[in-house]
């Protein structure tokens, strides 16, 4: 299976900060990486699909990079509706796999 | 606007099969292009994918759950289904039901999720 690790796995932040998360796969999967938002208690969202593609609604603050292994997702200004954990997913090989999660709190 | 709705039992014993059904309204199962999915998320973890049946019934398994699980639609009733047999302490987890676009494997809409507990 294709392991995906996140770093950090807690970050502290600010309302106005710029918020970088990575994900790093165990191989290359090519562009083949989504990004889900989850808050307590509920289901995840899809934020981005095929790294950078923005599902629809999602607001233009976020945006993800990366190809190969190393992938990331910013947020560009944390606002306080941002605050939850934030999965990976590789969706090259199955079983499609997620990374461990990052929970981005308030500092 | 899509909805989807999982239910079933919250409580299973050990060595007993986990039954739940995923209720689908806003769009048929059965028409093209979607696949239907199932992850779970045990208590505190994070996420791992179970299984997908495609719209015309042909299915996948995680690997590591294929000797246990069973997807199936029930078109009639625009729901699909999971079985997990064998279960222990280590299935418990919330069974989210979600819908996967057709050439790519992400999910992009989802169930709110049922905790299913594995206890005597």
């Known amino acids: 299976d294709i392991q995906m690790t996140q770093s950090p796995s807690t970050l502290s932040a600010s309302v106005g900060d710029r918020v970088t998360i990575t994900c790093r796969a165990s191989?290359?999967?090519?562009?083949?990486l989504a990004w889900y938002q989850q808050k307590p208690g509920r289901a995840p969202k899809l934020l981005i699909y095929?790294?950078?593609s923005l599902e629809d609604g999602v607001p233009s603050r976020f945006s993800g990079s990366g190809s190969g292994t190393e992938f990331t997702l910013s947020i560009s200004s944390l606002q306080p509706d941002d605050f939850a954990t934030y999965y990976c997913?590789?969706?090259?090989?199955?079983?499609?796999?997620f990374g461990q999660g990052t929970m981005v709190d308030i500092k | 606007q899509l909805q989807l709705q999982e239910s079933g039992p919250g409580l299973v014993k050990p060595s007993e099969t986990l039954s739940l059904t995923c209720t689908v309204s806003?769009?048929?199962?059965?028409?093209?292009?979607?696949?239907w999915a199932w992850i779970r998320q045990p208590p505190g973890k994070g996420l791992e994918w179970t299984a997908t049946i495609h719209y015309g019934g042909s299915t996948y398994y995680n690997p590591s759950l294929k000797s246990r699980i069973t997807i199936s639609l029930d078109k009639s009733k625009n729901q699909f289904a999971l079985k997990l047999s064998s279960v222990t302490a280590a299935d418990t987890a919330v069974y989210y039901c979600?819908?996967?676009?057709?050439?790519?494997?992400?999910?992009?809409?989802w169930g709110r999720g049922i905790l299913v507990t594995v206890s005597s």
């Open positions: 997913q590789q969706y090259s090989i199955n079983p499609w796999t």
């Open positions: 806003g769009y048929s199962i059965s028409s093209p292009p979607y696949y």
């Open positions: 191989q290359t999967i090519s562009s083949w």
């Open positions: 095929k790294v950078s």
């Open positions: 979600a819908r996967r676009v057709l050439g790519m494997a992400y999910f992009d809409y």
